[in-house]
């Protein structure tokens, strides 16, 4: 399994901010595993600490602002969407100002950055967020929407329309997030010049200029008009008959604006707090809708926080039955393991094939066959023992006893004609999730272990053809236990 990422040095740039206009310096720094990203504004008394995540955007006029406790950290996309493209998941990024500086307007400087100070591998698994079905999000009122579709990388399509001659329909794509530098992040942002204006009179954009966006000149206006908007900008005077790019700096691509929308997704989905495995299909996209997305999708992780592993039936496993008999000393209808699939140093997932002819079935509940509880922890104990048998020398010489089992889940009964997977994870440091229900955010606490405890989780796969019906005994809603990431 693929590890979690952190910058191995730390960094710094400066530049004036997009809306304040003032002279700002932001730093990122390494951080430890499970960190994810933090934003913490130094300026202030305490120098408090934002978590970046989808609900504690406040604002999206214009950018994505993270608001917490009345302090406030705006335009975090651009640098968020580099941070998440190069594969980092944790960073301590310091601020000592509202926004971050706008540089250039593009992720280019912090992509340049982070390939100079280069990227550390950590100890923690990377906890990706496999997408399984389609999720879809739309504004009827502005007619946006995302799809994300399952898919075995991350990738992005971003199409944008505007009723402009200079700028109407453009589309951009990303299949590989190892492009990101050399295919998206000099795309700058950009502005409608009748845009400008109102902008201005919302005291934002105090520090744009021509060199940090593209301006779209593309509905004609009088030239005293524009000679007054040309003088709010610092710009020399232009004719007003001339429509298109007012910029003196070129575009990198003649779909530059698409391909900055694409970046602002991947900036704005960064706040989702953990990769994703899925295509993003964005139609007409925007930091509001982006960020209600995101929203979206962090509600169907807490709702799916264990995912069954994914696996190709077809591949040969890495255990077969008759390897897992050599090495424990069960035997029909004891053997409870019949394949691995994945093994690793500290985790381990095996199957079990629940058929109709299973003996434990003529006893327990025979009108409505359920596997007993205690067999699925036993099945759970031996793919331990076959992970502890794997660390050793001549594993054929131990044997293996079950010593404790902790944060099992079961939200379905396992019937006949079922697969059921079992992933085992042994931790010496657990990590516990505990909610807060006044913020609505996951927190994490470490709780010390004081000797090597075994924890385990539990999946179960139905085939599609399945019907999954609630026996009888199991009405009662079950309780969800905390239980670590994996």
């Known amino acids: 399994m693929l590890k979690q990422k952190t910058l191995r040095g730390s960094f710094s740039l400066n530049g004036k901010g997009l809306h304040t206009g003032v002279n700002l310096t932001v730093t990122f720094n390494p951080a430890p595993d499970n960190h994810g990203y933090k934003i913490q504004r130094i300026d202030l008394e305490g120098q408090p600490i934002i978590d970046a995540v989808a609900e504690n955007v406040g604002d999206t006029t214009r950018g994505t602002v993270l608001i917490k406790n009345g302090i406030k950290v705006s335009t975090v996309e651009h640098a968020l969407a580099a941070l998440y493209a190069a594969g980092i998941d944790n960073c301590l990024i310091q601020v ?4 971050f500086p706008i540089l250039d307007g593009s992720a280019k400087q912090y992509v340049e950055c982070i390939q100079r100070v280069g990227i550390e591998e950590q100890n923690a698994v990377k906890d ?60 700058r942002t950009f502005v409608f010049v009748r845009e400008i204006e109102p902008l201005l009179g919302a005291g934002l954009i105090k520090g744009g200029d021509l060199d940090n966006a593209i301006v779209i000149y593309e509905k004609e206006m009088s030239q005293d008009n524009y000679d007054k908007l040309a003088d709010v900008m610092g710009v020399p005077h232009m004719d007003a008959t001339q429509l298109g790019y007012i910029n003196h700096i070129p575009l990198v691509w003649d779909n530059e604006p698409a391909r900055h929308k694409l970046l602002d997704i991947i900036g704005d989905l960064a706040l989702i707090g953990k990769p994703i495995k899925g295509r993003i299909i964005a139609t007409r996209p925007g930091h509001t809708i982006n960020n209600k997305f995101a929203r979206q999708i962090r509600k169907e992780i807490k709702l799916h926080e264990i995912q069954a592993p994914s696996y190709n039936c077809n591949e040969a496993p890495i255990m077969d039955v008759n390897r897992i008999r050599e090495l424990l000393p069960h035997r029909y209808p004891f053997q409870l393991v019949d394949k691995v699939i994945a093994i690793g140093a500290n985790y381990i997932v095996g199957v079990k094939n629940v058929t109709a002819n299973e003996p434990f079935f003529q006893g327990h ?3 409505e066959p359920v596997m007993p509880g205690v067999l699925q922890i036993e099945a759970m104990a031996q793919c331990g023992g076959l992970l502890v048998l794997n660390s050793v020398d001549e594993p054929e010489r ?11 889940i079961q939200n379905h009964a396992a019937f006949k004609s079922v697969q059921v997977d079992v992933r085992f994870l042994c931790q010496r440091c657990a990590r516990r999730k505990t909610h807060d229900k006044r913020s609505h955010n996951q927190q994490q606490d470490c709780r010390q272990c004081q000797h090597t405890g075994l924890f385990l989780k539990f999946h179960r796969s139905f085939p599609p053809d399945f019907q999954k019906q609630k026996p009888r005994s199991c009405d009662a809603p079950s309780k969800r236990l905390p239980v670590p990431p994996a």
Do not use: C, H, W
């Open 128 to 187: 990706y967020y496999i997408i399984k079905s389609k999720i879809e999000f739309r504004d009827e009122t502005s007619g946006s929407s995302i799809i994300v579709l399952p898919d075995e990388n991350f990738s992005v399509n971003a199409l944008i329309s505007y009723d402009s001659k200079i700028l109407s329909n453009q589309f951009a794509t990303l299949e590989d997030m190892s492009k990101f530098p050399t295919e998206v992040a000099s795309a």
């Open 398 to 408: 131990y044997s293996t006893y079950f010593l404790k089992i902790d944060g099992v």
């Open 365 to 367: 509940f025979p009108q």
């Open 96 to 99: 000592n100002g509202p926004e």
